[in-house]
T-cell receptor
Framework: GAGVSQSPSNKVTEKGKDVELRCDPI?????LYWYRQSLGQGLEFLIY????????KSGLPSDRFSAERTGGSVSTLTIQRTQQEDSAVYLC???????????FGQGTRLTVV | RKEVEQDPGPFNVPEGATVAFNCTYS??????FFWYRQDCRKEPKLLMS???SGNEDGRFTAQLNRASQYISLLIRDSKLSDSATYLC????????????????FGKGTKLSVIP
């Protein structure tokens, strides 16, 4: 597609349920980033994928969070046993390799009730 | 020390004013630099890349001082539509080696342009 696509746009879930968030990067972009942004706060790094290399998971806040990237393209961020503090906008970005700019999807707004 | 620091603002300026945003970064391995704009409840969007020689795009001018690890953005003749949060972003290689990069965001500076 022309840009980074994320789905769903909005997700309301009950505390304790699992959720899956999807990111479809720009075609040909080998780097993919996940960030989280709570209301009125800055971007919090979660995880980074680069080609076939092992992902950098250093930003994942707990073992309830995991992500995978299949075939070097689509990525899924999974949050297990959701908590209210997981409520935030989850943003995905992709870029070409190297010191190039990244482009963001529109985000998934997650609300845990 | 935070990796990328920005004045959080808010900056409230009248239309037509000139406003400057400053940013400092701590990672000397940083190789590329950007300003992003984020509107309320929207995703960040690239405003401009920042080059060592300085660069200009219409009313926007970006400067980089590698020695001081300092980046700036100047907006001239502010418009109401410039109201947004401006994010300073740096990209560097990760400790894990070549071909792996980290993209670090400042917390942003909020700008409100007032009629």
């Amino acid at each position: 597609g022309a840009g980074v696509s994320q789905s769903p746009s909005n997700k309301v879930t009950e505390k304790g349920k699992d959720v899956e968030l999807r990111c479809d990067p720009i075609s040909g972009h080998t780097a993919l980033y996940w960030y989280r942004q709570s209301l009125g706060q800055g971007l919090e790094f979660l995880i980074y994928f680069q080609g076939n290399s092992a992902p950098d998971k250093s930003g994942l806040p707990s073992d309830r969070f995991s992500a995978e990237r299949t075939g070097g393209s689509v990525s899924t961020l999974t949050i297990q046993r959701t908590q209210q503090e997981d409520s935030a906008v989850y943003l995905c970005a992709s870029s070409l390799a190297g010191f190039t700019e990244a482009f963001f999807g529109q985000g998934t707004r997650l609300t845990v009730v | 020390r935070k990796e990328v620091e920005q004045d959080p603002g808010p900056f409230n300026v009248p239309e037509g004013a000139t406003v400057a945003f400053n940013c400092t970064y701590s990672n000397s391995a940083s190789q590329s630099f950007f300003w992003y704009r984020q509107d309320c409840r929207k995703e960040p969007k690239l405003l401009m890349s920042v080059y060592s020689s300085g660069n200009e795009d219409g009313r926007f001018t970006a400067q980089l001082n590698r020695a001081s690890q300092y980046i700036s953005l100047l907006i001239r003749d502010s418009k109401l539509s410039d109201s947004a949060t401006y994010l300073c972003v740096v990209k560097a290689t990760r400790d894990s080696g070549a071909g792996s990069y980290q993209l670090t965001f400042g917390k942003g500076t909020k700008l409100s342009v007032i009629p």
